[in-house]
């Protein structure tokens, strides 16, 4: 069933989509948190679900995760990860160019993860939306810092194992031209069974529209 | 001796004799369930996905049963199709003549299709009928489960989470094949990782921020 969809021709269309995503993904990070962000060209992986975590690393691997289920045309969830070594970067980066003051308890508040997943996931949407005409609007993130495989357990469990996939957008940001380690984020999306076909055939629908 | 350490994948289970390490990392829902003959240290290690039978179709000699009963309790409307689970003959009702499965009903030989792990039900029969194959004794045979965590807190309620349908129908399933659970680690909202000793039966649960808890 995975075969059927995942044509090569498909997925270009969702990688371009997904590339023009990530472009307006860095934009708005830049614009929110006032801090230049050069962004190398994303990776977009299309797989069945039970790949995923392999994707992101060592299943056992703890990062900080923003879930956000998706609601309209195409149902699902996405997740929003960053590795937790990263993790305190972003939160530093943040801290200081949006100026928050730090709660006197809480000696990393983690609450900007969410938010920025919101807005990427507000951005990837609209990049859907422009391409194939398709309204998905995104709920409420919730966080969570703890193991890749944890955290997509809920999700994965949910969902039939034959024809599910995880579109995966792995972005790498370097935060400051004398960085040396990019700074790795990922953002998933995993589609229900049934919206699938519908993302599936508004992308055909949209090849044929503008030919590409 | 080396001591060899075998990692469970989600979804996948397996039965061996001591000395061996089963592993999972990264449980969150999910439920690992280990079972362990003390006497003859035959150890059972299941990586469970999903709770309950929905409408899969099986071609195992239990599945007819299986169909007969649905088709009533669907009449019942409001159900949840874990509280609608046919009554699967226990396994215990069927090995009481000396811990072997007489017939082709030991659904155990013919299980081992790819999802048969991923259902409580159907990996807790497999998990029995593999062990006692292998020469375990099912009075002798004790259980101890961890996971069934609700990761997010998004404002569901943990028994209608998957992690605590999970844990529900595994001691539901459990109870009914008669068999103690002797220690749990389950619920929470924090992943897990699990190390079973079949060599002293003893199962180890660790979390993300190196807490080592023995169950």
Known sequence: MIKKYLLEEYKDYLEEMMNIGSGNAATALEQILAHRFDMSKPSIHVLPTTKASSIIGDPAMPVTCAKMHMVGDIRGDMFFIVPFDQTKQLVALAQTSIDRKMKKADTQDYSVIPEIGNIMAGVYLAAIHDFCNLNIYHTVPVLAKDMVQAILDETIAGVSQTDKIIIVIANQYLTSPEDKTPMETFFLMIPSSDSIKTLMDSIKEAKKLYGA | ?215
């Open chain 2, 1 to 215: 001796m080396a001591l060899e350490k075998i990692m469970i994948i989600v979804g996948k289970g397996v039965v061996r004799k001591a000395p061996v390490v089963f592993s999972s990392v990264g449980l969150g829902s999910c439920v690992v369930v280990t079972l362990y003959d003390a006497k003859r240290h035959i150890g059972g290690f299941a990586h469970i996905l999903l709770p309950g039978n929905r409408q899969r179709t099986t071609t195992l000699p239990l599945s007819t049963a299986r169909e007969r009963e649905t088709k009533n309790e669907r009449r019942k409307k409001g159900m949840r199709y874990e509280d609608a689970l046919p009554q699967v003959p226990s396994i215990v009702l069927t090995t009481l003549s000396g811990g072997r499965p007489r017939d082709s009903a030991s659904a155990g030989e013919h299980m081992f299709l790819d999802e048969t792990y991923h259902y409580t039900d159907t990996a807790i029969a497999a998990l029995l009928a593999e062990m006692t194959r292998q020469g375990a004794s099912l009075r002798d045979i004790a259980a101890k489960i961890a996971g069934g965590a609700k990761m997010f807190a998004d404002g569901e309620h943990y028994e209608a989470s998957i992690g605590g349908r999970n844990v529900k129908s595994v001691k539901q399933l459990l109870k009914k094949e008669k068999i103690p659970i002797l220690g749990e680690d389950t619920g929470g909202d924090y992943g897990r990782n699990v190390d079973f000793h079949l060599d002293s039966g003893r199962v180890v649960v660790s979390t993300i921020g190196g807490m080592k808890k023995e169950i």
